[in-house]
């Protein structure tokens, strides 16, 4: 997939996000924002969700270099996250909320655009979060 990085949010100060679809030991994507330098980074195990019913397990990970948000490739085996990585989206996002327990983001890529809010999931665990599409 031909994934057009210069997307344009209506907000000039917006950031980059991607989906990276990663074919390792367990096939899962990875969802990252570009965020004071970095990349903030989960794992999805299920993707992110494309209806408001549907909520979803992110786990937070750590930080991600800025370079990692274009790649697409093997990692190879012996390394952490040994498998392919192919770009599944990618766009500008929006922040329309970042609190220590809840975040919300407007989202404009080329497969997934709105209002996608995280919660924290302290019952799962350390890291965890519920991710959602919210309504229009």
């Known amino acids: 997939m031909s994934i057009d990085m210069t997307t344009?949010?209506?907000n000039a100060s917006s950031s980059?996000?991607?989906?990276?679809?990663?074919f390792a030991k367990h096939h899962h994507f990875d969802f990252r924002l570009e965020m004071d330098g970095v990349l903030k980074s989960w794992a999805v195990p299920r993707g992110l969700p494309d209806s408001q019913n549907d909520r979803r397990l992110a786990i937070q990970t750590e930080d991600h270099?800025?370079?990692y948000i274009s790649f697409e490739?093997?990692?190879?085996?012996?390394?952490?996250?040994?498998?392919?990585?192919?770009?599944?989206?990618?766009?500008t996002y929006r922040v329309v909320m970042w609190s220590a327990d809840k975040i919300?983001?407007?989202l404009f890529?080329?497969?997934f655009s709105?209002?996608?809010?995280f919660v924290r999931f302290r019952r799962a665990g350390e890291g965890?979060?519920?991710v959602m599409k919210k309504g229009a």
């Not at 980059?16 to 990663?22: A, G, I, Q, S, T």
Request: glycine share 18%.
């Open 8 to 10: 344009e949010s209506p």
């Open 16 to 22: 980059r996000f991607v989906l990276h679809e990663h």
């Open 65 to 67: 270099e800025l370079s």
């Open 73 to 91: 490739g093997t990692i190879p085996k012996g390394e952490y996250g040994a498998g392919d990585v192919k770009i599944a989206d990618a766009g």
């Open 104 to 106: 919300e983001v407007d």
């Open 109 to 111: 890529g080329q497969r």
């Open 114 to 117: 709105g209002t996608y809010g």
């Open 128 to 130: 965890q979060w519920l």
